[in-house]
């Protein structure tokens, strides 16, 4: 995240304890760690907000892509509105077997 090399960081840490004093310096370090946790829980809050956002829109997008696609098939194979009306089958199929007879008496006929 920072590029903080050891030797830059030895010098921080040397400057915090003559400026802070080693008597101080646990105290300081434990209010930096603090306020350091709530950044992050913030910046962890502020992300899953945005990555839902992103989701959502995600989500939205894809919808209106398959509702297109949806209106497209509707217009290219559109519905028989007599499919819906029993016994007015347009192409009626011929059964190969009778109704009152099971499979195993067809199989056992041929």
């Known amino acids: 995240m920072f590029d903080i090399?050891?030797?830059?960081?030895?010098?921080?840490?040397?400057?915090?304890?003559?400026?802070?004093?080693?008597k101080d310096l646990p105290k300081a370090l434990r209010f930096v760690g603090k306020w350091v946790g709530k950044a992050r829980g913030v910046a962890a809050h502020f992300r899953s907000?945005?990555?839902e956002m992103v989701r959502q829109?995600?989500?939205e997008e894809l919808e209106k892509k398959w509702k297109a696609e949806n209106e497209r098939i509707m217009?290219?194979?559109p519905a028989d509105p007599?499919?819906?009306v029993i016994?007015?089958?347009?192409?009626?199929?011929i059964a190969e077997n009778p109704v009152d007879t099971s499979?195993?008496?067809?199989?056992?006929?041929?």
Not at 15 to 21: E, Y
Not at 88 to 93: E, L, Y
Not at 103 to 108: F, G, H, K, M, Q
């Open 5 to 22: 090399a050891s030797s830059e960081l030895l010098l921080v840490v040397l400057v915090a304890l003559l400026v802070i004093g080693p």
């Open 82 to 84: 007599r499919a819906d």
């Open 75 to 77: 217009r290219a194979h």
């Open 57 to 59: 829109s995600e989500l």
């Open 87 to 93: 016994g007015d089958d347009p192409a009626p199929h």
């Open 103 to 110: 499979p195993t008496e067809t199989a056992a006929k041929t």
């Open 49 to 51: 907000g945005f990555d």
